[in-house]
């Protein structure tokens, strides 16, 4: 959840590591911090409460360094201080920076303190600093030093070091969290993350489990676990330098929002060949298949459900969908012929993982990893991937990587179904109706003036229920998660049909209650539902297709958006949610991209 990025070069890399930084800081940015070599081989170090911007304030443009590593963190043991801030130094050589949780730092800070070391913060991540500085000081080198830390240390970390000693080398180990090496001309990097690193380099380097890396100037040198020397290709990474970068745009949420028709169209691209859908699942595998587990978290379990309503009702499989913090810690029972999807944007996603750790050891057909990130931990881990093809999305609230995970979502049920032969004319109306999403999206988000003008109905509330019945029931899940995300007002998703149930009890002229209504066969049964909310007084907004014949009125404003009802249409009724959240947040003056307490990859249990 936190941010690392290193440099070694002939040039300054002061400007570069606080680039990074910036590139980096939706992964956390409670604190950040810098370590250098400066040209007097001094150990120099700087660090800030807050965000990057303060660090930068900090840095002395006059005290250029050739060797470094900086940090961003998000923080978990230890508050977000400044003395609890990365890089953690010891015994005034050795800096180091952490992403992940050591489980046992206190079994280590104990041994350690009694060994003389002197800790000066919270943190877990001094434990891994003073540890390699006792190695060090039994006549260790660093590699062996790193070697024997992997064996210690329990939990998920990825590390980069330096030694004021040795000031030509940045080491890097990879244990549960991820770290690529950028490979430059005559310069190397390390970073947690491969867009921290896209304006200096495409080659990048993508350490697996247990590797460690020595960065210099010229060379890269690999080695694993044990400490033998391995190789690692390089691949060229498809990242746009410009993802990371906001544009004309006024936040990263918003460009993200209206990147959707883009992107959608690009994951459509890259999983039709001709006419096989998700050419990478082999049809005998789909043909097998007796019933699915869907594991993920956030937004992409509101995408999981979603599918459960698509691949019951076209391929006539059972779907269950769990949250994957739920699921790693219970022993389920797994049916025969039973597939394990697990969908995670970031793939770096701890309970996921967890959660696809614990399928290894059951008895599951096969596991497909639904992900936007390449080569992260979750395609590894998984049998099959399937890819998304948002790009990076930098905002916390998570809306391209939605779109884009139910686009394939959609088109996984369609391969599902052809496998299992259902008839073709339904196959055929899928893959239609996601042939028109793209357009519909973008005629949706050409209403966004109409839904900021919404957005001032909401922006002074304190609570709001979202509705939805059927496949848009998750999609009132997700609408109310954006709106509690980015604007922090108390927002609940429910199926309309459980209303009476409890949540009607709530309703009354103060409460917002938002709606998306399709024409389909639960319309009138979503307008009961309607009719309840208005004999209570409360003040419904409903996103309706063109089809729906309800007319605004003193408590009810109706939007019709220009769709007609599809099954694919839960993609594009997401999406007025999405800037409706967006705007409030704006109005409200919140932190949109990076809302308070929260980042963007949660790495951690
Ligand atoms: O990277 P993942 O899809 O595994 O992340 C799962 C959730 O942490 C994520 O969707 C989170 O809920 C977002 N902030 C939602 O906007």
Same mark, same amino acid.
């Given at each position: 959840?936190?941010?690392?990025?290193?440099?070694?070069?002939?040039?300054?890399?002061?400007?570069?590591?606080?680039?990074?930084?910036?590139?980096?800081?939706?992964?956390?940015?409670?604190?950040?911090?810098?370590?250098?070599?400066?040209?007097?081989?001094?150990?120099?170090?700087?660090?800030?409460?807050?965000?990057?911007?303060?660090?930068?304030?900090?840095?002395?443009?006059?005290?250029?360094?050739?060797?470094?590593?900086?940090?961003?963190?998000?923080?978990?043991?230890?508050?977000?201080?400044?003395?609890?801030?990365?890089?953690?130094?010891?015994?005034?050589?050795?800096?180091?920076?952490?992403?992940?949780?050591?489980?046992?730092?206190?079994?280590?800070?104990?041994?350690?303190?009694?060994?003389?070391?002197?800790?000066?913060?919270?943190?877990?991540?001094?434990?891994?600093?003073?540890?390699?500085?006792?190695?060090?000081?039994?006549?260790?080198?660093?590699?062996?030093?790193?070697?024997?830390?992997?064996?210690?240390?329990?939990?998920?970390?990825?590390?980069?070091?330096?030694?004021?000693?040795?000031?030509?080398?940045?080491?890097?180990?990879?244990?549960?969290?991820?770290?690529?090496?950028?490979?430059?001309?005559?310069?190397?990097?390390?970073?947690?993350?491969?867009?921290?690193?896209?304006?200096?380099?495409?080659?990048?380097?993508?350490?697996?489990?247990?590797?460690?890396?020595?960065?210099?100037?010229?060379?890269?040198?690999?080695?694993?676990?044990?400490?033998?020397?391995?190789?690692?290709?390089?691949?060229?990474?498809?990242?746009?330098?410009?993802?990371?970068?906001?544009?004309?745009?006024?936040?990263?949420?918003?460009?993200?929002?209206?990147?959707?028709?883009?992107?959608?169209?690009?994951?459509?691209?890259?999983?039709?060949?001709?006419?096989?859908?998700?050419?990478?699942?082999?049809?005998?595998?789909?043909?097998?298949?007796?019933?699915?587990?869907?594991?993920?978290?956030?937004?992409?379990?509101?995408?999981?459900?979603?599918?459960?309503?698509?691949?019951?009702?076209?391929?006539?499989?059972?779907?269950?969908?769990?949250?994957?913090?739920?699921?790693?810690?219970?022993?389920?029972?797994?049916?025969?012929?039973?597939?394990?999807?697990?969908?995670?944007?970031?793939?770096?996603? #701890?309970?996921?993982? !967890? /959660?696809? &750790? *614990?399928?290894?050891?059951?008895?599951? =057909?096969?596991?497909?990893? +639904?992900?936007? $990130?390449?080569?992260?931990?979750?395609?590894?881990?998984?049998?099959?991937?399937?890819?998304?093809?948002?790009?990076?999305?930098?905002?916390?609230?998570?809306?391209?990587?939605?779109?884009?995970?139910?686009?394939?979502?959609?088109?996984?049920?369609?391969?599902?179904?052809?496998?299992?032969?259902?008839?073709?004319?339904?196959?055929?109306?899928?893959?239609?109706?996601?042939?028109?999403?793209?357009?519909?999206?973008?005629?949706?988000?050409?209403?966004?003036?109409?839904?900021?003008?919404?957005?001032?109905?909401?922006?002074?509330?304190?609570?709001?229920?979202?509705?939805?019945?059927?496949?848009?029931?998750?999609?009132?899940?997700?609408?109310?998660?954006?709106?509690?995300?980015?604007?922090?007002?108390? #927002?609940?998703?429910? !199926? /309309?049909? &459980? *209303?009476?149930?409890?949540?009607?009890? =709530?309703?009354?002229?103060? +409460?917002?209650? $938002?709606?998306?209504?399709?024409?389909?066969?639960?319309?009138?049964?979503?307008?009961?539902?309607?009719?309840?909310?208005?004999?209570?007084?409360?003040?419904?907004?409903?996103?309706?297709?063109?089809?729906?014949?309800?007319?605004?009125?003193?408590?009810?404003?109706?939007?019709?958006?220009?769709?007609?009802?599809?099954?694919?249409?839960?993609?594009?009724?997401?999406?007025?949610?999405?800037?409706?959240?967006?705007?409030?947040?704006?109005?409200?003056?919140?932190?949109?991209?990076?809302?308070?307490?929260?980042?963007?990859?949660?790495?951690?249990?």
């Amino acid at each position: 959840m936190c941010g690392i990025v290193a440099a070694v070069a002939e040039r300054n890399i002061v400007p570069l590591l606080i680039d990074g930084l910036r590139r980096l800081e939706y992964r956390g940015y409670d604190s950040a911090g810098i370590a250098f070599i400066d040209e007097a081989n001094q150990l120099q170090r700087i660090r800030s409460a807050g965000k990057v911007q303060a660090l930068a304030d900090r840095i002395d443009s006059e005290r250029p360094g050739h060797l470094g590593l900086a940090h961003t963190r998000w923080a978990t043991h230890g508050g977000p201080t400044e003395h609890n801030a990365h890089p953690h130094t010891a015994s005034e050589r050795l800096a180091l920076v952490h992403n992940g949780i050591i489980e046992n730092e206190q079994a280590i800070r104990k041994q350690l303190i009694e060994h003389g070391a002197t800790f000066t913060s919270e943190t877990d991540t001094e434990a891994i600093v003073h540890l390699i500085d006792h190695l060090l000081a039994q006549g260790q080198s660093m590699l062996d030093c790193l070697v024997e830390v992997q064996q210690q240390l329990q939990g998920s970390y990825a590390i980069a070091v330096l030694d004021q000693q040795h000031p030509d080398t940045i080491w890097g180990l990879r244990k549960g969290s991820p770290l690529v090496v950028g490979v430059g001309v005559g310069e190397h990097f390390l970073a947690s993350d491969a867009a921290a690193l896209v304006p200096l380099t495409q080659q990048m380097m993508y350490l697996q489990e247990g590797d460690i890396v020595a960065i210099r100037r010229d060379q890269a040198a690999l080695y694993d676990q044990q400490g033998k020397p391995i190789e690692r290709t390089i691949q060229r990474s498809n990242l746009d330098p410009e993802s990371s970068e906001r544009g004309h745009y006024r936040h990263f949420m918003l460009k993200e929002i209206h990147e959707q028709p883009a992107v959608i169209s690009a994951t459509l691209d890259g999983c039709l060949n001709g006419t096989r859908i998700l050419p990478s699942l082999p049809a005998e595998l789909l043909s097998q298949v007796r019933a699915i587990h869907i594991l993920a978290c956030g937004t992409s379990y509101h995408a999981g459900l979603t599918a459960k309503y698509w691949i019951e009702s076209l391929a006539g499989i059972p779907v269950s969908v769990e949250v994957a913090s739920e699921f790693r810690n219970r022993r389920p029972a797994v049916p025969e012929h039973t597939l394990m999807l697990a969908i995670s944007q970031s793939g770096e996603t #701890a309970d996921t993982l !967890a /959660a696809l &750790e *614990l399928a290894s050891e059951l008895n599951y =057909l096969a596991t497909i990893g +639904l992900c936007n $990130v390449p080569e992260s931990a979750l395609t590894r881990a998984c049998d099959h991937a399937l890819m998304t093809r948002a790009g990076l999305e930098v905002g916390v609230a998570s809306t391209k990587a939605f779109t884009t995970q139910l686009t394939v979502l959609l088109l996984f049920t369609a391969a599902l179904a052809q496998a299992q032969d259902k008839p073709k004319s339904r196959i055929a109306e899928v893959l239609d109706a996601l042939g028109q999403v793209a357009q519909q999206t973008r005629e949706v988000l050409a209403l966004e003036d109409q839904i900021e003008a919404l957005a001032y109905r909401l922006a002074d509330k304190q609570h709001a229920l979202f509705l939805g019945r059927g496949a848009e029931y998750p999609i009132a899940l997700e609408g109310a998660l954006k709106l509690k995300e980015v604007s922090y007002i108390h #927002a609940e998703g429910y !199926a /309309a049909g &459980e *209303l009476k149930h409890g949540p009607l009890a =709530l309703v009354d002229e103060s +409460l917002p209650v $938002v709606v998306t209504a399709s024409s389909n066969e639960l319309l009138k049964k979503l307008e009961s539902n309607l009719r309840e909310v208005q004999a209570r007084g409360g003040q419904l907004i409903v996103f309706a297709d063109r089809a729906v014949t309800l007319d605004s009125n003193d408590d009810m404003h109706v939007m019709h958006l220009p769709l007609n009802h599809s099954i694919a249409s839960p993609i594009v009724q997401v999406v007025p949610l999405q800037l409706l959240a967006y705007h409030v947040g704006v109005i409200r003056g919140t932190d949109v991209d990076q809302p308070r307490n929260l980042a963007k990859s949660v790495t951690v249990e």
